[in-house]
């Protein structure tokens, strides 16, 4: 029987096959001028093993046509439709993030996504040589681009499922940081070192609220309510960073010295100037780190806080509201003092 015009084609290949029957289209024409004629261009639909299936699947195609080059698509080819879209509804900052994402993963550009697999995904994250934070993000840019393959029907679903496996816990970056919460013994060797420079008195305090370092250089004395034991951060990385910070009874007297500086932010340099962070950490952080023989940075402060706040028995979302994790919902952000008590009873048990 002769099928329609423009409607395919079936036909039986050579040789002894599982799926011979090849259902084929005729996506276009090229033309050979010096010859005067033309060759049709064909996509495949796939390949059968009797004729009547491969009947029903060019008949299936013609019903309700679908991209014939999915088959051959490359993971580039598929960032750059799922970002077309993704790209409207992030911030500029999440979309810088996603392109140094995909630029890390060079190897897989012109692989088909089809053909990608679980260990195609490990590898480019144990070759990247790359720190945890931008692991993180190739990850979810990896589920994000194969969720948009399973919907337009790609990929199956099992081969979204299989990014979940893909192991991030292992940095690649020997340069990187191992950032780890202070130690008993170095935390009472930061107590101990304190009446010998009043700077060290930023490292204790960084210590017993979690806040960030350029939270804390960045924090304004008119947000410090001393009587009330707490301080507002009103600018921060993340929307989940602007919360009230409880003042710890221990470090009070540090915050008391720093507000009779002659200067509009809490912390400042001997000259009352505003630090800046390379300035802080230069000048101050390392050195005083090279004095007391440890390795921590300012961020292992604030894994030091969280650490403590844990083995004191303190409850996951007061946790999240002291340091303001990403975990907290943003509307459970609060700017009253509804949690204060809660929050103050807590930092006052490390």
């Not at 993030?97 to 060079?106: D, I, R």
């Not at 480019?124 to 190739?138: A, F, H, R, Y």
């Not at 003042?247 to 509009?264: G, H, R, S, T």
Request: with cysteine; glycine share 4%; net charge positive.
């Amino acid at each position: 029987m002769k099928l329609p015009n423009q409607y395919g084609s079936v036909y039986k290949l050579s040789g002894k096959r599982r799926n011979p029957w090849a259902v084929r289209k005729t996506v276009g024409w090229k033309q050979i001028p010096e010859k005067k004629k033309s060759y049709p261009i064909y996509e495949f639909i796939g390949y059968y093993p009797t004729k009547t299936e491969a009947l029903q699947a060019l008949a299936a195609y013609n019903e309700d046509p679908y991209d014939l080059h999915l088959d051959t698509m490359t993971f580039a080819e598929l960032y750059d439709k799922w970002s077309d879209v993704h790209f409207e509804k992030v911030s500029e900052g999440n979309v810088k993030g996603y392109k140094a994402a995909f630029n890390t993963c060079a190897k897989l550009h012109d692989m088909k996504v089809v053909d990608i697999k679980l260990d195609h995904l490990q590898k480019c994250v144990d070759e990247s040589g790359k720190n945890t934070p931008t692991l993180k993000k190739i990850k979810i840019m990896f589920g994000l681009m194969f969720d948009y393959a399973v919907m337009h029907e790609i990929v199956s679903q099992d081969k979204r499922d299989m990014v979940r496996y893909v192991d991030i816990s292992k940095p690649g970056n020997p340069n990187g940081y191992d950032r780890k919460p202070f130690t008993k013994k170095h935390i009472k060797a930061v107590w101990d070192a304190q009446p010998s420079n009043d700077y060290i008195s930023i490292v204790l305090m960084l210590i017993y609220t979690g806040v960030r370092i350029g939270e804390l250089l960045e924090l304004e004395k008119k947000d410090v309510h001393l009587e009330e034991r707490w301080f507002f951060v009103k600018e921060s990385k993340t929307e989940s960073g602007i919360r009230e910070v409880p003042i710890a009874e221990k470090v009070v007297p540090f915050f008391e010295y720093w507000m009779k500086k002659d200067c509009d932010f809490l912390v400042c340099t001997p000259d009352n100037q505003p630090f800046t962070y390379r300035n802080y950490y230069d000048s101050y952080w390392t050195p005083l780190m090279q004095q007391l023989n440890m390795t921590y940075t300012p961020h292992c402060t604030r894994h030091t806080c969280v650490s403590l706040l844990t083995e004191s028995g303190v409850d996951e979302r007061i946790i999240q509201k002291i340091v303001g994790h990403k975990g907290q919902n943003v509307t459970q952000v609060v700017y009253t003092h509804v949690d204060l008590p809660f929050k103050l009873e807590a930092i006052n048990k490390i």
